[in-house]
């Protein structure tokens, strides 16, 4: 069992370590090699995240549950960034506030964090889907038609709310997706269930090295071959079958090299430690990369690579002290961890008494 969930907790880390890979200055320098990736990295992400989905709370508890640990951190984390910036820059405050509450990737500083509100949706979408919609009494062959069909529908919805121009109080405002970027939910649905219906098969993996040669050949076909981008952030899916392909290719992949990393014991320990910490990598990486970029290019302007994989590194390590910090400092542990656990809240509850 521990090897099973093992591989899974690594891939969590490589999946992590791509996201902030892909968003680093790194990706400036290396972007013929790193923009491939974008085919599997963000279906990964929520590939995985279906594989622990769960339906068997209550609704409230659930909602509840998956809000703690989803919005929490990000409406926390950005209304105190936006305080701390309301001292240094007071322009648009309100535009922005107004924006960490649309919770769109267009409408924040800290672009990467569209993805926790969206995962919030997903989450409760899905689980109603389950719950109350008894998706899951249904056929499997049955269930894999529906989910085929809401990613097609999903790819037709993706330009609806893009780029939309209205008028309002004459002044014109353009529609970059729906809050939440409800306009993705099908589609990133879809990988969700996916990772959910295939849990079973995904804990128990065990790669075949033939099966692993022909998807880097089918994901190499497609990188070559034709013109496949997926990202979400800016409603792109280009090319649909040959981008499905390549990110299931990506995916397969990926769980294949965790499970080998687990196998042969190479690197487990940081891809598992990178992966446990995921949300507090998520939340910092963007900006510690750009901070320190920024703070050290004055220094580094004739070697632009070696700042560049500095802060890459920076922001990988960084949200770890964070993580380190908010499991052992209670007011810190207000943003992360749950609040039924935190010993600040319980002195507030015994006081009540």
Request: proline share 4%; charged share 10%; hydrophobic share 55%.
């Amino acid at each position: 069992m521990v090897n099973r969930i093992g591989h899974i907790d690594v891939a969590k880390g490589i999946s992590i370590t791509l996201v902030v890979l892909l968003h680093s200055r790194l990706s400036h320098h290396f972007e013929e090699a790193l923009m491939p990736m974008s085919l599997f990295r963000m279906p990964l992400f929520f590939f995985l995240s279906g594989v622990f989905f769960s339906y068997s709370q209550p609704a409230t508890s659930f909602v509840l549950k998956k809000g703690e640990a989803l919005l929490k951190p990000y409406f926390l984390v950005l209304l105190t960034a936006w305080l701390v910036s309301s001292w240094f820059n007071q322009d648009l405050l309100l535009w922005q506030l107004k924006g960490i509450f649309y919770a769109n990737g267009h409408t924040i500083e800290w672009t990467p964090l569209w993805f926790l509100p969206h995962l919030f949706a997903v989450h409760c979408f899905v689980y109603f889907l389950f719950r109350f919609g008894k998706f899951g009494v249904l056929p499997h062959f049955l269930q894999w038609l529906c989910v085929g069909g809401m990613f097609v529908v999903g790819l037709f919805i993706l330009q609806l709310f893009w780029q939309i121009e209205f008028v309002t109080f004459e002044r014109a405002f353009y529609l970059q997706g729906l809050p939440y970027s409800l306009d993705l939910l099908l589609v990133t649905s879809a990988f969700f269930i996916a990772g959910y219906q295939l849990k079973t098969v995904v804990c128990a993996f065990k790669p075949s090295l033939p099966l692993a040669i022909a998807c880097v050949l089918v994901f190499s076909f497609v990188i070559y071959f034709t013109d496949a981008h997926i990202d979400f952030n800016y409603r792109k899916f280009v090319a649909p079958s040959a981008a499905l392909l390549a990110a299931t290719a990506g995916i397969y992949l990926v769980l294949a090299f965790s499970w080998w990393i687990v196998h042969f014991k190479l690197g487990v320990g940081v891809l598992r430690t990178l992966g446990s910490a995921s949300l507090y990598i998520l939340l910092f990486h963007y900006w510690i990369d750009h901070a320190l970029y920024d703070l050290g290019k004055g220094r580094f302007y004739n070697n632009l690579l070696v700042l560049s994989c500095i802060t890459f590194m920076a922001s990988l390590a960084l949200p770890l002290v964070i993580k380190w910090g908010a499991e052992r400092n209670n007011l810190l542990a207000l943003y992360f961890l749950p609040f039924k656990t935190n010993p600040c809240l319980e002195w507030l509850r015994q006081g009540k008494k």
